[in-house]
């Protein structure tokens, strides 16, 4: 068992892993036409750590992740969870903007790895949730539809693990968003806290 470190130790952690994802090539193309990386945010010891798929056009310009519509979204979600942002993590499969918000090629997700499990091991989260099929299929290496993933929990390390539907789907399929309602109750739930009342 690794031993816990304190909340501004895991910050200095983070820094210095963010120093070497800013200079980071392994991706020759996503390095070529970044605007910038785009490491993570949030609260070093967050008991909850999302991760997305990767920045968009927005997430590239500001540099900090889920910051356009579907970020929106998702503080609308964590509001409703009665949470603020800055109590959880937040990070992605990939740390660079695919071009044109293409899908992550299995090549640059396995190359930005380390960076994310690193992430996830100084935060040492009790929960991970996964926002989408790109996230869940990269950090559980499955193959299921994200509609058959949800409502369990998965492991990865010490941390459970949900699974739910991106917010950009939400967007286009605002029906959804009462299933992810229901895995942020499956989750609080876990946790004692009841999200119903
Ligand atoms: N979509 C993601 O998956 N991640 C972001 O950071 C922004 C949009």
């Excluded at 960076?115 to 009790?126: C, S, T």
């Excluded at 949900?162 to 950009?168: A, D, G, I």
């Amino acid at each position: 068992t690794k031993s816990k470190l304190n909340k501004g130790d895991r910050q200095a952690e983070l820094d210095i892993l963010a120093t070497k994802v800013s200079k980071c090539t392994r991706c020759p193309e996503l390095a070529e036409t970044r605007t910038q990386t785009v490491f993570g945010v949030g609260n070093p010891r967050a008991k909850i750590m999302f991760i997305g798929e990767a920045p968009g056009a927005d997430e590239d310009k500001q540099g900090e992740p889920f910051v356009g519509r579907a970020g929106k979204l998702l503080d609308k979600i964590i509001e409703a969870c009665q949470l603020k942002r800055s109590d959880i993590y937040i990070a992605n499969i990939l740390r660079c903007r695919p071009p044109g918000n293409r899908n992550p090629s299995d090549l640059e997700a396995s190359n930005c790895r380390g960076f994310l499990d690193a992430q996830i091991e100084i935060v040492d989260p009790d929960y991970i949730v996964c926002w989408g099929s790109v996230a869940a299929k990269n950090l559980l290496h499955s193959d299921l539809p994200i509609g058959k993933m949800r409502g369990d929990f998965y492991e990865y390390g010490r941390a459970k693990v949900v699974c739910t539907y991106h917010p950009s789907y939400l967007l286009r399929n605002p029906s959804a968003k009462k299933n992810v309602w229901e895995d942020m109750i499956y989750l609080f739930a876990d946790m004692g806290i009841d999200l119903k009342t």
